[in-house]
């Protein structure tokens, strides 16, 4: 009993002396870090189009002596670190930016008008990036293989469909798969998440209403498209409302509506557009389906015609395995401390991070980098969206513990 006892209190030792290390290598490069986020976060690139984010991060792995592939879906990234002999995961970044102004006051804010890195992309990117150098740097104590998958397109361009189906998680065969997403709203040094259903499934909707347009004093010789379009989009509410349980999470946002060019003419179209979210896949066919016959059959009350499509990149909802989390989250008590992570609710944002998770146990977690003394308060998407940087290494840190401990267990079966 005595021997046994003595040999967990080793494995304790051990397990802080790994953890120690992996958190002041990490801070010895935060500047490093730090400055890779920065250029990233000066020159933000939309969708498909991260092409001089995607040289950064081949140009860093390839200064660090890291095999990669290049080019997968447009401009992703794909590094590989390890000796092969063993399992493999995955740890994966995304690179592109948002169509967004930005608003803030920061020194090394965005140099492209109408472009911002309001999601944070910029510091998963560069995370990744310091996870990779500290990876490397400690090489032999990997047993196994570790992917490190930049990939493009998250903000609605379903990136991470386009590199699973060019088999990122093939060969070596990905076993699991862990992301980091910043959080704005949570303070830095802080860490969410939960098991099972993390984030909601998303479907575009695009409502376009034909009617016939003419002089607005003779409403009556037209068939007035934009008080049928603003019918419908009160009506879409009433699913929410009164057709889901008050126990079910659904979401319709129209967010776009376009008619119209004079104040005297009636349009003959108007267009709607705009966003459904579910926690399941069949709650979003639910509501894809009566969306379309609402709005089919107000058109249809008010001589009008609804064209009703979901044309856009439809998430499937982001579900943790429940030993990802538990191993995520103990990686990540050893690096902030037991008070700082915390399990909660699932939330209505979407992610194609489901993509991977659809294919292979994973965990998508919530990295607090808030902080009230520098302002950084803001929400990702909003055009003030700012970054306490002291949770860049900590971000790094916590990848390469994740992921040496996934190792871990899966040797250990
Ligand atoms: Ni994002």
Same mark, same amino acid.
């Given at each position: 009993?005595?021997?046994?006892?003595?040999?967990?209190?080793?494995?304790?030792?051990?397990?802080?002396?790994?953890?120690?290390?992996?958190?002041?290598?990490?801070?010895?490069? +935060?500047?490093?870090?730090?400055?890779?986020?920065?250029?990233?976060? +000066?020159?933000?690139? $939309?969708?498909?189009?991260?092409?001089?984010?995607?040289?950064?991060?081949?140009?860093?792995?390839?200064?660090? @002596?890291?095999?990669?592939?290049?080019?997968?879906?447009?401009?992703?990234?794909?590094?590989?670190?390890?000796?092969?002999?063993?399992?493999?995961?995955?740890?994966?970044? @995304?690179?592109?930016?948002?169509?967004?102004?930005?608003?803030?006051?920061?020194?090394?804010?965005? %140099?492209?008008?109408?472009?911002?890195?309001?999601?944070?992309? *910029?510091?998963?990117?560069?995370?990744? $990036?310091?996870?990779?150098?500290?990876? %490397?740097?400690?090489?032999?104590?990997?047993?196994?293989?570790?992917?490190?998958?930049?990939? #493009?397109?998250?903000?609605?361009?379903?990136?991470?469909?386009?590199?699973?189906?060019?088999?990122?998680?093939?060969?070596? %065969?990905?076993?699991?798969?862990?992301?980091?997403?910043?959080?704005?709203?949570?303070?830095?040094?802080?860490? &969410?998440?939960?098991?099972?259903?993390?984030?909601?499934?998303?479907?575009?909707?695009?409502?376009?209403?034909?009617?016939?347009?003419?002089?607005?004093?003779?409403?009556?010789?037209?068939? *007035? #498209?934009?008080?049928?379009?603003?019918?419908?989009?009160?009506?879409?509410?009433?699913?929410?409302?009164?057709?889901?349980?008050?126990?079910?999470?659904?979401?319709?946002?129209?967010?776009?509506?376009?008619?119209?060019?004079?104040?005297?003419?009636?349009?003959?179209?108007?267009?709607?557009?705009?966003?459904?979210?579910?926690?399941?896949?069949?709650?979003?066919?639910?509501?894809?389906?009566?969306?379309?016959?609402?709005?089919?059959?107000?058109?249809?009350?008010?001589?009008?015609?609804?064209?009703?499509?979901? #044309?856009?990149?439809?998430?499937?909802?982001?579900?943790? *395995?429940?030993?990802?989390?538990?191993?995520?989250?103990?990686?990540?008590?050893?690096?902030?401390?037991?008070? +700082?992570?915390?399990?909660?609710?699932?939330?209505?944002?979407?992610?194609?991070?489901?993509?991977?998770? +659809?294919?292979?146990?994973?965990?998508?977690?919530?990295?607090?980098?808030?902080?009230?003394?520098?302002?950084?308060?803001? @929400?990702?998407?909003?055009?003030?969206?700012?970054?306490?940087?002291?949770?860049?290494?900590?971000?790094? &840190?916590?990848?390469?513990?994740?992921?040496?401990?996934?190792? %871990?267990?899966?040797?250990?079966?």
């Amino acid at each position: 009993r005595d021997s046994s006892t003595s040999r967990g209190l080793g494995d304790v030792y051990k397990r802080q002396m790994q953890t120690s290390k992996i958190i002041s290598q990490a801070k010895e490069i +935060q500047s490093w870090i730090v400055e890779k986020r920065r250029t990233i976060h +000066q020159h933000p690139e $939309l969708m498909y189009e991260e092409f001089e984010t995607s040289k950064l991060v081949q140009k860093t792995l390839s200064d660090l @002596d890291i095999t990669f592939e290049k080019d997968i879906a447009i401009t992703g990234v794909v590094g590989i670190v390890g000796n092969g002999n063993g399992p493999c995961i995955a740890l994966r970044a @995304d690179m592109d930016a948002l169509p967004i102004h930005e608003e803030t006051d920061i020194d090394f804010k965005s %140099k492209i008008d109408g472009k911002m890195h309001a999601c944070g992309h *910029d510091c998963h990117t560069a995370m990744l $990036l310091g996870a990779a150098r500290l990876l %490397k740097e400690n090489e032999e104590e990997i047993n196994g293989t570790i992917k490190l998958i930049f990939q #493009p397109a998250e903000e609605g361009g379903a990136g991470g469909k386009m590199m699973r189906d060019h088999g990122v998680l093939q060969n070596p %065969k990905v076993e699991q798969i862990y992301a980091l997403h910043v959080a704005g709203t949570m303070p830095m040094g802080t860490l &969410a998440s939960r098991e099972g259903t993390l984030l909601a499934g998303t479907s575009t909707v695009k409502i376009i209403v034909k009617g016939n347009g003419g002089h607005a004093a003779a409403p009556h010789h037209t068939i *007035d #498209p934009v008080v049928t379009g603003s019918k419908i989009i009160v009506e879409l509410q009433t699913i929410i409302s009164r057709e889901l349980s008050p126990l079910e999470s659904g979401v319709i946002s129209i967010t776009m509506t376009k008619a119209g060019n004079a104040c005297n003419v009636i349009p003959s179209t108007m267009e709607l557009e705009g966003t459904i979210r579910s926690l399941t896949l069949e709650g979003i066919l639910k509501l894809q389906t009566r969306v379309k016959e609402v709005a089919e059959s107000i058109a249809i009350a008010n001589r009008c015609k609804a064209e009703v499509t979901f #044309p856009g990149n439809d998430y499937p909802p982001t579900i943790n *395995d429940a030993e990802c989390w538990n191993l995520g989250k103990s990686a990540a008590i050893e690096i902030l401390g037991d008070a +700082q992570v915390a399990e909660m609710g699932p939330i209505m944002g979407g992610e194609d991070f489901a993509y991977y998770t +659809q294919e292979i146990p994973g965990c998508f977690s919530f990295l607090g980098v808030g902080n009230t003394e520098i302002d950084a308060v803001y @929400d990702v998407h909003h055009p003030m969206f700012k970054v306490d940087e002291e949770a860049l290494p900590l971000g790094a &840190a916590i990848h390469v513990n994740s992921a040496l401990k996934a190792l %871990k267990s899966l040797r250990e079966g």
